[in-house]
């Protein structure tokens, strides 16, 4: 709050309105714009985020159930990829799940989903046999979560400030 009981964060007095002169239209965005539908483009992203999650709790529980009642080469690794796996599926679902309530901390997890996609899918196209169709898979989806994350369209959905606008909310 400035000395006019101003919050400088959003641009409001204490009781919701704006000071004299001030319109919503000037104040900086702040908040996710949830007015309206949800962008298709911050939507597919989630459900991109979301395929991803759960393509890596299906791979995990494989790898568990080869663990426990299969035949693996070594048990308690096939156990620890499977619990690992697991566990990182939890990243990308929760993105997804804060990109469809349009939460802007849903995007920095959401795109270090996609950058950590990469290398696998890499790694995935310089194997031989069958990774390699899924690791070009892998890399279509990565890129192209990537591309409609930080698209302005998807930005301006979740309330994120560009670069240089940062010093607004103060003003």
Request: hydrophobic share 50%.
């Amino acid at each position: 709050m400035d000395g006019a009981g101003v919050n400088l964060a959003t641009g409001r007095l204490p009781g919701g309105g704006y000071p004299a002169g001030v319109s919503s239209e000037q104040t900086p965005a702040t908040s996710p714009d949830d007015t309206g539908a949800r962008p298709r483009r911050l939507t597919y992203a989630a459900v991109l985020a979301a395929l991803e999650g759960l393509a890596l709790v299906v791979g995990g529980v494989w790898l568990l159930v080869l663990g426990l009642a299969g035949e693996p080469d070594d048990r308690q690794q096939s156990v620890t990829g499977g619990v690992t796996l697991i566990v990182l599926a939890l990243l990308p679902l929760l993105a997804a799940r804060g990109l469809f309530a349009r939460r802007s901390w849903s995007r920095g997890p959401a795109v270090i989903t996609q950058i950590m996609a990469l290398p696998v899918a890499y790694n995935m196209l310089t194997s031989d046999g069958v990774a390699i169709p899924a690791g070009i898979a892998l890399a279509v989806v990565a890129v192209t979560a990537l591309v409609l994350l930080i698209n302005a369209e998807t930005t301006r959905a979740l309330g994120i400030r560009g670069p240089g606008n940062a010093g607004d909310a103060a003003q």
